[in-house]
T-cell receptor, first 109, second 110 residues
Framework: GQNIDQPTEMTATEGAIVQINCTYQTSGFNGLFWYQQHAGEAPTFLSYNVLDGLEEKGRFSSFLSRSKGYSYLLLKELQMKDSASYLCAVRPYGQNFVFGPGTRLSVLP | KAGVTQTPRYLIKTRGQQVTLSCSPISGHRSVSWYQQTPGQGLQFLFEYFSETQRNKGNFPGRFSGRQFSNSRSEMNVSTLELGDSALYLC?????????FGPGTRLTVL
């Protein structure tokens, strides 16, 4: 089966760096996704990692290690608007998307 | 390019009623997926449609059904509503691997 784990909540300070971890157990998939979801809104696509390693996109970076079943989302220079839930997801071969429970990030002034 | 649209945005129904939600995907996207999101269960996959055919189905009772039309627009129907069906219903469309979500329909069952 598939299982994705993320920390439930994290708190960080404006301007800081935060790393949100995601661990998964799944047989095989093309890539790992990260989505951002503000309260009451729909998830928005942040990143998609196919290969192992770090993908950088502005203040956000995402890392994948298939051998370790591990990914993380790195947010730099945190802003108040980054307060949101962050969801990681995979799509096992031939199956539907599986989303993690999400990590609620609170950015404090 | 316009994003995924969903109608209605908010809906209030009573137990036993049925409801139909609509989703229009991004132009050119042929795959549409539906999800239920609740505070306790997170994002749960309902079903996926591609070219008018159901490609995958989640672990939901038969009261939940869907369909896709030739223009890729999709509808989902929930019959005999229960209190536990209160949730945000999200539709997502995709062309390749990445899914793009609509704003959702907030369903409240009283």
């Amino acid at each position: 089966g598939q299982n994705i784990d993320q920390p439930t909540e994290m708190t960080a300070t404006e301007g800081a760096i935060v790393q949100i971890n995601c661990t998964y157990q799944t047989s095989g998939f093309n890539g790992l996704f990260w989505y951002q979801q503000h309260a009451g809104e729909a998830p928005t696509f942040l990143s998609y990692n196919v290969l192992d390693g770090l993908e950088e996109k502005g203040r956000f970076s995402s890392f994948l290690s298939r051998s370790k079943g591990y990914s993380y989302l790195l947010l730099k220079e945190l802003q108040m608007k980054d307060s949101a839930s962050y969801l990681c997801a995979v799509r096992p071969y031939g199956q539907n998307f599986v989303f993690g429970p999400g990590t609620r990030l609170s950015v404090l002034p | 390019k316009a994003g995924v649209t969903q109608t209605p945005r908010y809906l209030i129904k009573t137990r036993g009623q049925q409801v139909t939600l609509s989703c229009s995907p991004i132009s050119g996207h042929r795959s549409v997926s539906w999800y239920q999101q609740t505070p306790g269960q997170g994002l749960q996959f309902l079903f996926e449609y591609f070219s008018e055919t159901q490609r995958n189905k989640g672990n939901f009772p038969g009261r939940f059904s869907g369909r896709q039309f030739s223009n890729s627009r999709s509808e989902m129907n929930v019959s005999t509503l229960e209190l536990g069906d209160s949730a945000l219903y999200l539709c997502a469309s995709s062309l390749g691997e990445t899914q793009y979500f609509g704003p959702g329909t907030r369903l409240t069952v009283l």
